[in-house]
């Protein structure tokens, strides 16, 4: 299909893809046949759509686009390029059966496991067979990374200086949340502008507070199983999931933030958004992480499945959509205390008179993390409630600032990833599976 090679997508209509789509699924099928196509893109990265033929999804279509943050760099275009050649070497990734100038239509991988966007279905995707595929992408190659962090770690003396020594299982290597590849943080929802998250960026660097979170090791893991050097996905959620039905196996979609990193990074996101104590109960984490280690043929005796939990529950503070991240609706955490362009106007975030600053909630969170590990009725309680719960039921741990910004925080609803609601004396936002038993 040679004569699609130079052809574009980008403002193409829903009719325009589906009468695509059919063309490179089917190509002998009549001009009349129904193909639904169903736009289930996210914020920050390519166009995606969904196509079905009698109700059963035939193809995934990808459309890039140069307003969006993770398609306007050749950096980003260049990393899901190597990444996706690996993965689908590996029989990871579905293969690509159309590519135009802007666009690529790959085969789809069967059908949802979605039960609702923070849940998935169990009948099709039962904890053990997620484990599984997750620790099976995990196995894919790493090589093909290498030459491509050097790319942009020369391009900035102040990240080539700063990162020098730094391990590799730092937390700020997780590109989404610090940017470092592209200089553009990924923002999520509401601020997917390359140019926003180009300031955005800057700041962090002009104000002093990415070179402190550089240089801070609380967060980091711990754990051997945390710490290694994996093929990490960073959006490892339910609608990125899928289920072919013929060989009953899962596949892993999606690979706009896919990189090279510590295997932590594919737990925090999941931690807040389908695998933490507000979804799930400790047994279900527990085995979760079991499966996990057990199918990546690691150690899984009480103390290794305990320590990679900690350091699960750690990294939902510098995750991708963590405590710290950039996605926030009223301010960005680690730019507290300046003018920043996505702090909204009346919010104490964006005052010189903020207390504490960004800066100053490096250290707190540095010191509150270094009390819950050397405490084990603070780890306990870390991993059945959550860390930014226990800190927050806590009252900071003894901090009065630290405790005052989290109920800042609470109080613009800034801390419902967590479970956190809004006002005291309101039930946690949870599950009720999650919800402990009376």
Same mark, same amino acid.
């Given at each position: 299909?040679?004569?699609?090679?130079?052809?574009?997508?980008?403002?193409?209509?829903?009719?325009?893809?589906?009468?695509?789509?059919?063309?490179?699924?089917?190509?002998?099928?009549?001009?009349?046949?129904?193909?639904?196509?169903?736009?289930?893109?996210?914020?920050?990265?390519?166009?995606?759509?969904?196509?079905?033929?009698?109700?059963?999804?035939?193809?995934?279509?990808?459309?890039?686009?140069?307003?969006?943050?993770?398609?306007?760099?050749?950096?980003?275009?260049?990393?899901?390029?190597?990444?996706?050649?690996?993965?689908?070497?590996?029989?990871?990734?579905?293969?690509?059966?159309? =590519?135009?100038?802007?666009?690529?239509?790959?085969?789809?991988?069967?059908?949802?496991?979605?039960?609702?966007?923070?849940?998935?279905?169990?009948?099709?995707?039962?904890?053990?067979?997620?484990?599984?595929?997750?620790?099976?992408?995990?196995?894919?190659?790493?090589?093909?990374?290498?030459?491509?962090?050097?790319?942009?770690?020369?391009?900035?003396?102040?990240?080539?200086?700063?990162?020098?020594?730094?391990?590799?299982?730092?937390?700020?290597?997780?590109?989404?949340?610090?940017?470092?590849?592209?200089?553009?943080?990924?923002?999520?929802?509401?601020?997917?502008?390359?140019?926003?998250?180009?300031?955005?960026?800057?700041?962090?660097?002009?104000?002093?507070?990415?070179?402190?979170?550089?240089?801070?090791?609380?967060?980091?893991?711990?754990?051997?199983?945390?710490?290694?050097?994996?093929?990490?996905?960073?959006?490892?959620?339910?609608?990125?999931?899928?289920?072919?039905?013929?060989?009953?196996?899962?596949?892993?979609?999606?690979?706009?933030?896919?990189?090279?990193?510590?295997?932590?990074?594919?737990?925090?996101?999941?931690?807040?958004?389908?695998?933490?104590?507000?979804?799930?109960?400790?047994?279900?984490?527990?085995?979760?992480? =079991?499966?996990?280690?057990?199918?990546?043929?690691?150690?899984?005796?009480? =103390?290794?499945?305990?320590?990679?939990?900690?350091?699960?529950?750690?990294?939902?503070?510098?995750?991708?959509?963590?405590?710290?991240?950039?996605?926030?609706?009223?301010?960005?955490?680690?730019?507290?205390?300046?003018?920043?362009?996505?702090?909204?106007?009346?919010?104490?975030?964006?005052?010189?008179?903020?207390?504490?600053?960004?800066?100053?909630?490096?250290?707190?969170?540095?010191?509150?993390?270094? =009390?819950?590990?050397?405490?084990?009725?603070?780890?306990?309680?870390?991993?059945?409630?959550?860390?930014?719960?226990?800190?927050?039921?806590?009252?900071?741990?003894?901090?009065?600032?630290?405790?005052?910004?989290?109920?800042?925080?609470?109080?613009?609803?800034?801390?419902?990833?967590?479970?956190?609601?809004?006002?005291?004396?309101?039930?946690?936002?949870?599950?009720?599976?999650?919800?402990?038993?009376?």
């Amino acid at each position: 299909m040679s004569e699609f090679l130079e052809l574009k997508l980008e403002n193409a209509s829903l009719d325009e893809i589906a009468e695509l789509a059919l063309k490179a699924v089917e190509p002998n099928a009549l001009e009349n046949k129904s193909v639904n196509v169903k736009d289930v893109s996210g914020n920050s990265g390519a166009k995606t759509y969904i196509c079905s033929i009698d109700d059963i999804p035939k193809c995934i279509v990808k459309v890039s686009s140069s307003k969006s943050i993770m398609s306007s760099h050749p950096i980003t275009q260049k990393r899901v390029s190597l990444a996706t050649q690996v993965l689908r070497s590996q029989n990871l990734a579905p293969p690509i059966i159309l =590519k135009g100038i802007d666009f690529h239509i790959e085969r789809s991988a069967g059908v949802s496991v979605m039960q609702d966007f923070f849940h998935f279905n169990e009948d099709l995707a039962p904890p053990d067979k997620i484990a599984e595929v997750l620790a099976k992408l995990h196995s894919a190659p790493i090589y093909w990374y290498d030459q491509l962090k050097a790319e942009f770690l020369d391009g900035d003396k102040f990240l080539s200086s700063a990162l020098h020594s730094v391990p590799l299982h730092s937390p700020f290597w997780c590109l989404p949340w610090s940017g470092i590849d592209t200089k553009m943080p990924v923002l999520g929802v509401g601020n997917p502008n390359p140019k926003i998250a180009k300031k955005v960026f800057d700041l962090g660097v002009r104000t002093g507070v990415y070179e402190k979170v550089i240089q801070c090791e609380a967060f980091s893991p711990i754990s051997e199983a945390a710490k290694r050097q994996v093929v990490v996905h960073n959006d490892f959620k339910p609608d990125n999931l899928l289920y072919d039905p013929d060989t009953k196996e899962l596949t892993v979609i999606d690979y706009d933030l896919v990189q090279v990193g510590a295997a932590v990074m594919d737990f925090g996101l999941p931690y807040m958004m389908w695998l933490g104590s507000r979804f799930t109960d400790i047994t279900y984490r527990r085995d979760f992480i =079991k499966s996990y280690l057990h199918h990546s043929g690691l150690q899984t005796d009480e =103390k290794s499945v305990k320590d990679m939990m900690l350091d699960c529950e750690i990294n939902t503070i510098v995750a991708f959509p963590g405590l710290l991240a950039n996605i926030y609706d009223a301010e960005i955490p680690l730019l507290r205390g300046f003018d920043h362009p996505t702090a909204k106007s009346g919010y104490i975030a964006q005052s010189s008179e903020a207390s504490p600053t960004g800066l100053e909630i490096v250290d707190l969170m540095a010191e509150a993390v270094s =009390k819950v590990r050397s405490n084990a009725d603070l780890i306990t309680l870390s991993l059945e409630e959550g860390i930014v719960v226990t800190i927050f039921k806590n009252k900071g741990l003894g901090s009065d600032l630290l405790y005052s910004w989290l109920k800042e925080m609470q109080k613009n609803n800034m801390l419902r990833l967590f479970g956190i609601a809004e006002t005291d004396g309101a039930e946690l936002f949870v599950s009720d599976h999650a919800k402990k038993k009376k």
